[in-house]
């Protein structure tokens, strides 16, 4: 069997931590950008390629892209998982929040995406994954960027996958509820944020990063190449598609 390989961003920490160490688990040789270091994931992940690149920035992410087919020869799984989620009355907002906010993302999947598509195209087949949110369909007041940003993303997740199709590329989204990340806890979850979004769902408990692994896997899989197009939202009930 061909070696898969897979490309994730953010993945330092978190749900692309997560993302990173389960598709390892699957046998993919796993690579990995983020602004910062990321030793937990190497650890966590065998012969893991640690990038530390901004996907806002078109140069770096080139540079990136060359380094994982300079170890990898080939790239069949793209998850644009980094993202940015403060939250701010809708009067706070300056054009400059809204700007890095759209920027990293909505405009690092495109520039992210546009830079693996020619090893994608090369492999025969992919896979493109795009971590958006339930909050598109919750729309909780204070998070008026981020869920417009996260909206583009399900649109550009559905024409991408109709570009896209020709080529046995399918490009999917994934919308989690709000997840026990260390990020999380420091921001959105604090002051009975997950209480308040736990009260949502219908399964009545705190989402953790292992909830989304069997999406994802389900997602890459090559027997998934009928699946795209799709926001598969994996939200404990808070919202219905
Ligand atoms: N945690 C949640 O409750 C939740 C819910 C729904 C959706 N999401 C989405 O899931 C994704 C991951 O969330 P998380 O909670 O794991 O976040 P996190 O903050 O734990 O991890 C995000 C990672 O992305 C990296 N990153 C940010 N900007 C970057 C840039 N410009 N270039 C490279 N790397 C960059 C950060 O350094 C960080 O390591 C985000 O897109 C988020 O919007 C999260």
Same mark, same amino acid.
């Given at each position: ?127 493109? %994954? ?6 598109? $369909? @919750?729309?909780?007041?204070?998070? *008026? =960027?981020?869920? !417009? ?69 389900? %997602? ?6 009928? $699946? @795209?197009?799709?926001?598969?939202? *994996? =939200?404990?009930? !808070?919202?219905?598609?």
């Amino acid at each position: 069997m061909e070696t898969r390989t897979a490309l994730v961003t953010g993945a330092a920490q978190g749900l692309g931590q997560e993302f990173a160490v389960a598709l390892a688990g699957r046998g993919y040789r796993v690579a990995g950008i983020d602004l910062v270091p990321q030793p937990e994931t190497a650890q966590r992940v065998l012969d893991y390629v640690e990038l530390i690149a901004d996907v806002t920035d078109e140069e770096q992410i080139g540079a990136a892209l060359e380094r994982v087919i300079d170890q990898f020869g080939t790239l069949h799984v793209l998850v644009n998982n980094a993202g940015v989620y403060p939250e701010s009355p809708f009067e706070d907002i300056t054009p400059e929040d809204w700007r890095r906010i759209m920027r990293v993302n909505l405009e690092a999947p495109f520039l992210v995406t546009r830079a693996a598509l020619p090893y994608l195209k090369a492999a025969g087949w992919g896979r493109i %994954v795009n971590i958006t949110s339930a909050a598109v $369909l @919750t729309a909780p007041p204070t998070m *008026v =960027a981020y869920v !417009s940003s996260k909206a583009g993303l399900i649109g550009f997740t559905r024409a991408l996958a109709s570009a896209l199709g020709p080529y046995d590329i399918t490009v999917n989204a994934i919308a989690p509820s709000m997840v026990r990340t260390a990020t999380a806890e420091r921001t959105v979850g604090a002051d009975g944020g997950f209480e308040h979004v736990r009260a949502q769902q219908a399964v009545p408990r705190t989402q953790e990063p292992s909830d989304l692994v069997s999406t994802l896997l389900y %997602v890459v899989d090559p027997g998934s190449g009928f $699946l @795209t197009g799709q926001t598969l939202n *994996v =939200a404990g009930g !808070s919202a219905y598609l």
